[in-house]
T-cell receptor, first 112, second 106 residues
């Protein structure tokens, strides 16, 4: 089991562009959560997907959207990128009924 | 709202000395608290959860509801303990603290 995998590992985008980040959960996990980790900060919860629906959402604008596919993999989309969106984006997966989350290595997004 | 506070951003101790990383939470219900660790160039990983009351790598953490704390402790720090430590509180989502960077000095 490769665990939680995220792609790409690094990404540079221009302000105003759109970006899509991808996450494959750990085998046997059906719940995917996304986090934004700015430099020097702890991870901030963006949203969680379960059964292909957004189940919970943190304090992030609608520019941040997501999707979960039938195979439980997930995408995070960010529109109209701002310089402040530059951060490490973490994906975490968990199994229904368990609160332990397994994290991916993250995608480092730089907006210039 | 569920929040966790880690008052120390940086903590340095000598090898063999006791270490305590502080975490305070604010949650009116029954909290589920975790400690996550991130070693250099590795992904965030679970270290401890309060419900299991276990000791991992010599670390323990006790939930103190009176003080709303979940401090992480180890009696004798090792160099390999140097890492970033995050306290987290979860209900329907994880709330992470800002983290404490622990450096164990040889």
């Amino acid at each position: 089991d490769a665990g939680v995998t995220q792609s790409p590992t690094h990404l540079i985008k221009t302000r105003g562009q759109q970006v899509t980040l991808r996450c494959s959960p750990k085998s046997g996990h059906d719940t995917v959560s996304w986090y934004q980790q700015a430099l020097g900060q702890g991870p901030q919860f963006i949203f969680q997907y379960y059964e292909e629906e957004e189940r919970q959402r943190g304090n992030f604008p609608d520019r941040f959207s997501g999707h979960q596919f039938p195979n439980y993999s997930s995408e995070l989309n960010v529109n109209a990128l701002l310089l402040g969106d530059s951060a490490l984006y973490l994906c975490a997966s968990s199994a229904t009924g368990w609160t332990e989350a397994f994290f991916g290595q993250g995608t480092r997004l730089t907006v210039v | 709202a569920q929040r966790v506070t880690q008052p120390e951003k940086l903590l340095s101790v000598f090898k063999g000395a006791p270490v305590e990383l502080k975490c305070n939470y604010s949650y009116s219900g029954s909290p589920e608290l975790f400690w996550y660790v991130q070693y250099s160039r590795q992904r965030l990983q679970l270290l401890l959860r309060h419900i299991s009351r276990e000791s991992i790598k010599g670390f323990t953490a006790d939930l103190n509801k009176g003080e709303t704390s979940f401090h992480l402790k180890k009696p004798f720090a090792q160099e390999e303990d140097s890492a970033m430590y995050y306290c987290a509180n979860t209900g329907n989502q994880f709330y992470f603290g800002t983290g404490t960077s622990l450096t164990v000095i040889p």
